[in-house]
């Protein structure tokens, strides 16, 4: 999922962000730069855990650009199995 937000992310509102989402999924990938506007997570995360998570870090303004959660990760959940 890609989030965008309004204001910049600090560095504390991003480990904040990574700590609330490896709460639901310890194996999760989140990209969220400090000073950036973006934050990427991809995991086995709900949309609503994501949103928790945004909240949680103090990034009530984030909006969802893009739902699509499916990342290949070999062995992960959305591997299809044809890595060899």
Known sequence: ???TTAD???HSMATAIM???REHDPDALIR???SGYEV???GD???DQARAALLQAG???AEL???NNLVHIQGSHSCCGQCT
């Open 40 to 42: 990427r997570i991809d």
């Open 59 to 61: 990034l009530d303004n």
């Open 45 to 47: 995360v709900s949309l």
């Open 32 to 34: 969220a730069e400090a």
């Open 65 to 67: 650009q893009d739902d």
């Open 19 to 21: 700590q609330a989402v």
């Open 8 to 10: 910049p992310i600090t």
């Open 1 to 3: 999922m890609l989030f």
